[in-house]
C-alpha cells in the first residue's frame, strides 16, 4: 500500500465535508426552492397577475425541472456566482462578501478575545483548584455561562457608551472610509459575544487540567521535583489542549450564527440585518445564498478542528477514527 | 428527606429549590398574575418599582412582574419541548447506532454531522422564512438542535454499556437487539441523560431568549423573556430596567438549572465527570 494513513486520514475527512456539505445544500434547496410551491408566486404574493409571475418564473429560471436547477445552482456556487437578489438586483455573492466584511471580523475578535480571557483563566483556577481562587473564578464562569450575549451586549452599551461615553452605541463607519472608527465599533459587540464564549472555555480548560493532573507523567514529573503548578504548566497544559481544541471549533461555528443577534444590539449591518430583511422581503435567492454560506461555514470550521486533531494526536490518525 | 439532600448535595438542592421555585412562577401565570399582561394603560408607563407595581411598568404600563412571570412560563415551555424533540428523536438513534452497529451507526453519526451543520439560528431562518416566526418554530429550530446533542450522549453511554456481561447475556438468551436496547442500554443510561437534559434546558432557555430577541421566536400579544427584551431594545437607554429585569431573570434561572445540573452529575455518578458532556452554547 503507497498510501499513508495521514493521506488517508486526510482523504477519508475531506471526503466527509464535501458530503455533508452537498446533503446540506440539498436540503436547503428542498426547503427554499421546492416546498414553496412556485417561488415566483411565493416572491410576487398572491395578488400577483399570471403574466408577471410567468416572467419572473423565465427570469429565474425556473422552467427547467428541479434537478438541473439544483445542479445549476451548485455548479454556480462552485463559480462563486451564488444568484442575483430578488429584491435588490444585485448579485447575492456581493452583498453577502459587502455584509462579511463585518460579521468576520466581528466573530474573530470574539474569538481572540474569549481564548486570551478563557483559557488563563481556566489554567490559573486549575493550579489553584480547591483554593478561594478556583472557587472565585468558577463562580465567575457559572454567571458567565449564563448571560445571553445580546443582553450583555446593551449592558456594555450603558456602561461604555451611554456613561462612559468611550465608545460608540453602535453603527458602522466602512473599513475604507476609517479603520480605526470600524475597530472601535466592533469593540463592544466583540465583548459581548465574547463574555459566554470564555467562560465556557475556562470551564472546559480547567476540567481538561485537573483531568490530565491525575495521569502519571505528572506525578512521575513531580518525583523529579518539579513543583504541581510547575508540572501542570510544562507538561499539562499541552495535553488538555486537545478537549479545548474541539470546544473551540464548535464556538467558532456557533460565534457565527450568534454574531447575527448581537450585530442586532449594535446596529451592524452584517450578515443578519441582510438577513432578516431578506426573510421579510421574501427574497429566497438571498436567504438560500446567506445559509449556505453559514452551513459551510459552520462545516468548515468542524473539518478543521478534525484535521488539527489527528496533526496533535498521532493516535487519533492511526485509528482513522 | 429534603433535609438530607440539601445536606448531602447542597448544590443541588439549591439549584433545584431555585429553578422549581421560577418554573412554579412561570405556571402561575396561567390562573394568576398581578394584573392581566395585556392590559394597557398609557398613563401609568415607565412607573418604578413600587408597592402597586413590584417591578415597575413598561413602555405601555404593563406591570413587568407578570410580563416577567408569563415571560418565563414561555420559556420554560419551548426550551421544555425542545429538550422532549431532542431526546425523542436522539435518543433512538444513539441506542440504535450502539445496538445494530454497522451501516445504522454510519448513518447516525452522519446525520449527526449534518444537524451539527445546522446551528438552531440557522434552523429557525429556513422555518421563518416558510411559515413566518413564532414560538412553535423556535420550539423546533431549538428541538433540532437538540437531537445530534442526544444521539451522542446516548450513544457514548450507551457503548460502555454495551461491552458489559449482562447485555452478553441478554444476547445469549436470544433477546432481540431492540428489546436490549429498551430493556438493558435505556435505563443505565439514564442519569447521563437526565443530566444532558438539564444542560440542554439552561441552553434552550438561552436560544429561545436569542430567537424571540431578533424576532423569530415568540410573536406578541404572547410574551417571553426574550420578546421583553426586544420591546425594551429601543428604550434601554432611557429606561434601563425595562432590559436589566428581563436579563437578569434569564440569568437566575439559567444559573439555577446549570447549579442543579452540575449537582445531579455529582450526586447521581461521580464518574459521570468524565463521560465528556456537552457544554457547548447554541
Request: proline letters at 5%.
Amino acid at each position: 500500500m503507497g498510501v499513508s494513513p495521514m493521506t488517508l486520514f486526510l482523504l477519508r475527512r475531506i471526503a466527509g465535508f464535501a458530503v455533508t456539505l452537498f446533503v446540506a445544500a440539498l436540503i436547503i434547496f428542498l426547503l427554499l426552492d421546492l416546498l414553496p410551491g412556485d417561488p415566483a408566486r411565493f416572491i410576487l404574493g398572491i395578488n400577483a397577475t399570471p403574466e408577471a409571475v410567468a416572467a419572473l418564473r423565465a427570469q429565474m429560471g425556473l422552467d427547467a425541472p428541479a434537478h438541473e436547477r439544483f445542479l445549476n445552482w451548485i455548479g454556480g456556487m462552485l463559480r462563486g456566482d451564488f444568484g442575483i437578489s430578488s429584491t435588490q438586483r444585485l448579485a447575492v455573492s456581493e452583498l453577502i462578501a459587502e455584509r462579511m466584511a463585518v460579521t468576520l471580523p466581528l466573530t474573530m475578535i470574539a474569538m481572540v478575545v474569549s481564548v486570551v480571557v478563557g483559557l488563563p483563566i481556566g489554567i490559573l483556577a486549575a493550579m489553584r483548584r480547591g483554593k478561594a481562587t478556583d472557587t472565585a473564578l468558577m463562580v465567575l464562569a457559572q454567571t458567565g455561562v449564563a448571560v445571553p450575549n445580546f443582553w450583555f451586549g446593551m449592558l456594555l452599551t450603558l456602561v461604555f457608551a451611554v456613561t462612559l461615553r468611550w465608545l460608540p452605541t453602535g453603527g458602522f463607519i466602512p473599513w475604507d472610509e476609517d479603520a480605526g472608527a470600524a475597530l472601535r465599533g466592533l469593540v463592544l459587540p466583540g465583548l459581548a459575544l465574547a463574555l459566554p464564549q470564555a467562560s465556557i472555555l475556562a470551564r472546559v480548560m480547567r476540567t481538561a487540567l485537573v483531568d490530565v493532573a491525575e495521569q502519571d507523567f505528572i506525578r512521575t514529573a513531580r518525583a523529579k521535583g518539579m513543583t504541581k503548578s510547575e508540572a501542570i504548566w510544562r507538561h499539562g497544559v499541552r495535553n488538555a489542549l486537545l478537549p479545548v481544541l474541539t470546544i473551540l471549533g464548535l464556538q467558532f461555528a456557533y460565534l457565527i450564527a450568534g454574531t447575527i443577534i448581537v450585530e442586532n444590539v449594535f446596529y451592524l449591518p452584517g450578515l443578519g440585518r441582510l438577513i432578516f430583511t431578506a426573510i421579510s422581503e421574501r427574497d429566497l435567492v438571498l436567504v438560500r445564498g446567506a445559509t449556505i454560506v453559514l452551513v459551510v461555514a459552520t462545516t468548515a470550521t468542524m473539518l478543521l478542528v478534525d484535521l488539527c486533531y489527528g496533526l496533535v494526536d498521532p493516535r487519533l490518525r492511526r485509528q482513522g477514527a | 428527606m429534603m433535609r438530607k439532600l440539601a445536606r448531602q448535595h447542597p448544590s443541588l438542592a439549591i439549584g433545584l429549590l431555585a429553578a422549581g421555585i421560577f418554573a412554579l412562577l412561570g405556571l402561575v401565570s396561567l390562573w394568576w398574575t398581578p394584573y392581566p399582561i395585556d392590559q394597557i394603560a398609557i398613563s401609568r408607563r415607565f412607573l418604578g418599582p413600587g408597592w402597586a407595581h413590584w417591578l415597575g411598568t413598561d413602555h405601555l404600563g404593563r406591570d413587568m412582574l407578570s410580563l416577567v412571570m408569563s415571560g418565563m412560563l414561555t420559556s420554560f415551555v419551548v426550551a421544555s419541548l425542545g429538550v422532549l424533540i431532542g431526546v425523542g428523536i436522539g435518543v433512538p438513534l444513539g441506542l440504535a447506532a450502539v445496538a445494530w452497529g454497522g451501516a445504522v451507526e454510519w448513518l447516525v453519526l452522519r446525520f449527526s454531522d449534518l444537524t451539527f451543520a445546522f446551528p438552531a439560528v440557522i434552523v429557525a431562518i429556513l422555518i421563518a422564512t416558510l411559515a413566518g416566526p413564532g414560538a412553535t418554530n423556535a420550539t423546533i429550530a431549538i428541538g433540532i438542535f437538540n437531537i445530534p446533542v442526544f444521539a451522542r450522549v446516548a450513544r457514548g453511554g450507551a457503548l460502555a454499556i454495551a461491552t458489559q456481561d449482562y447485555v452478553a447475556a441478554a444476547r445469549l438468551a436470544g433477546l432481540g437487539r431492540a428489546t436490549i436496547a429498551a430493556r438493558h442500554l435505556l435505563p443505565n443510561i439514564m442519569s447521563l441523560l437526565i443530566v444532558q437534559g438539564t444542560i440542554q434546558l439552561s441552553l434552550g432557555i438561552l436560544a429561545e431568549a436569542g430567537l424571540s430577541y431578533i424576532g423569530l421566536g415568540t410573536q406578541p400579544p404572547a410574551t417571553s423573556l426574550g420578546l421583553m427584551l426586544r420591546d425594551a431594545q429601543s428604550l434601554f437607554l432611557i429606561h434601563p430596567s425595562l432590559s436589566l429585569i428581563p436579563g437578569l431573570t434569564i440569568v437566575l434561572v439559567v444559573i439555577a438549572l446549570n447549579i442543579a445540573g452540575d449537582g445531579l452529575r455529582d450526586a447521581m455518578d461521580p464518574r459521570l465527570r468524565h463521560q465528556g458532556l456537552s457544554h457547548g452554547a447554541g
